[in-house]
């Protein structure tokens, strides 16, 4: 029989918050992150607003080379990395270090570094681009710099798979445990795509909100008059161990992924099948490794973008895998409240749900003010609600059909 695999430290940097518990306090009072978009100059773009990760100045957590040498992603990822390992307690030393791995991914990586070396060669030719640019701008680079820092040497790499990225990172890692191949993984994801051309590419698919002129009323899930979901930026790592190595060190544990399911719907590139065939898969799956059923899950955290057709979609897979039960099921996107993390937001709402069990608390989806007739369950609107809870549900969706879900437990 495979090991449980436990949740013992989490970490996270946020539009909400440098770490974990500012983040999860704005959350349960319903606060919004999202913002004027501040980093360059917006004054021809449609969408002007996005999630930005505010004061961070990285040389205040890294060292000087760290913070120089080190693409905005890969600060943002190595913050929450160590966040994530000293909450855990765990201590990487010559005993224990080839069995503890990192799976830290980024679904679009260094673009902040590269977008400036593209303008160096164009201006100044190419023996002027950065001898950094390669190792500052791969997506795998935070999961090798992550590793350096800790001394972890065991499994070691990046998921990439757009918006589900570190969902599949958690997922793939407690797998790794589960087989035997690691007793403990840094798990998670981050990104930093605040910079022209990558608002510019999403707004040229009509992929944003456009409502500039009220922020924090922009990111409105599962509302009828939502247009668009909010970039924002971002990481979150949770620290996972096999439940006998954390037994054995004595390591308070916070809760259990006690399912994974993945999944693709074969269909199209930006827009999921109709009715969410794939992400009904996902959840089944993530349930059945669980070994519990629809009426076993209190909580769903959606993956709820904010977009006219991905919560129309997601609505319609939950109601083909709770039936009848997902009338009174709490379901509630936290993007509404981050803007969407990307590769980041996975392991953010991962942290989320396990707050969630641990508090008592279901967070809200706030700006939900006009009910949509296709989007007719409940969303836990606009402020927190107290309920007990023992196992959840956390969606992550991505460009290409991926589709991935954590079945998160109540450890006992």
């Known amino acids: ?32 992150g999202i913002g004027p978009l501040t980093r360059f100059d917006t004054t021809d773009f449609d969408c002007r607003i996005a ?49 503890i791995g990192v799976i830290m991914g980024s679904a679009v990586g260094g ?24 190792p500052m701008y791969l997506s795998d ?13 065991g499994p070691n790499y990046a998921t990439v798979s757009a918006c589900a990225t570190s969902a599949h990172a958690i997922g793939e890692a407690a797998e790794i445990i589960k087989r035997g191949d690691a007793r403990a993984i840094i798990a998670g994801g981050s990104e930093a795509g605040l910079l022209p051309i990558g608002v510019a590419g999403f707004a040229a698919m009509k992929a944003l909100s456009t409502r500039n002129d009220a922020p ?5 899930p599962f509302d009828r008059e939502r247009d668009g979901f909010i970039m924002a930026e971002g990481g979150g ?15 308070q544990i916070y809760g259990e992924v ?5 999944t693709d719907d074969a269909h199209h590139i930006t827009s999921p099948v109709e009715g969410g065939e794939g992400a009904v898969r996902a959840m089944r799956l993530a349930m059945k490794k669980a070994g519990v059923g629809p009426s076993d899950v209190d909580y769903v955290n959606a993956h709820g973008t904010s977009t006219p057709i991905n919560d129309k979609i997601e609505t319609a897979a939950i109601k083909a895998v709770f039936q009848e039960g997902a009338r009174s099921l709490p379901i509630s996107s936290t993007k509404s409240m981050t803007g969407h993390l990307l590769g980041a937001a996975g392991a953010v709402e991962a942290i989320f749900c396990v707050k969630a069990i641990l508090e008592g608390i279901v967070p ?31 969606n992550s969706f991505g460009f290409g059909g991926h589709n991935a879900c954590l079945a998160i437990r109540r450890y006992r």
């Open 216 to 220: 924090q009323k922009a990111s409105r």
């Open 141 to 153: 680079i935070a999961a090798g710099h992550i590793a350096i820092s800790t001394g972890a040497r």
């Open 1 to 32: 029989m495979s090991e449980r695999v436990v949740i013992t430290g989490m970490g996270a940097i946020t539009p909400l918050g440098h770490n974990v518990a500012q983040t999860w306090d704005n959350i349960v009072e319903g606060r919004c």
């Open 258 to 262: 006690a399912g994974y399911g993945a």
């Open 51 to 99: 999630g930005e990760v505010k004061d961070f100045k990285p040389e205040e957590v890294l060292s000087f080379k760290e913070a120089k040498r080190l693409d905005r992603f890969c600060q943002l990822a190595l913050v929450a990395a160590k966040e994530a390992l000293a909450h855990s307690g765990l201590v990487i030393d010559e005993s224990n270090s080839e069995e």
């Open 237 to 251: 790592a949770l620290v996972l161990e096999a439940e006998s190595f954390a037994k054995a060190r004595g390591a």
């Open 364 to 394: 809200p989806t706030i700006n939900y003010e006009f009910p949509d007739p296709e989007c007719d369950l409940d969303y836990v609107p606009n402020e927190a609600r107290q309920q007990a809870l023992e196992l959840t549900l956390t």
């Open 111 to 134: 673009m902040i570094t590269l977008a400036e070396q593209i303008e160096v060669l164009r201006t100044k030719g190419p023996h002027r681009v950065s001898p950094f640019l390669i």
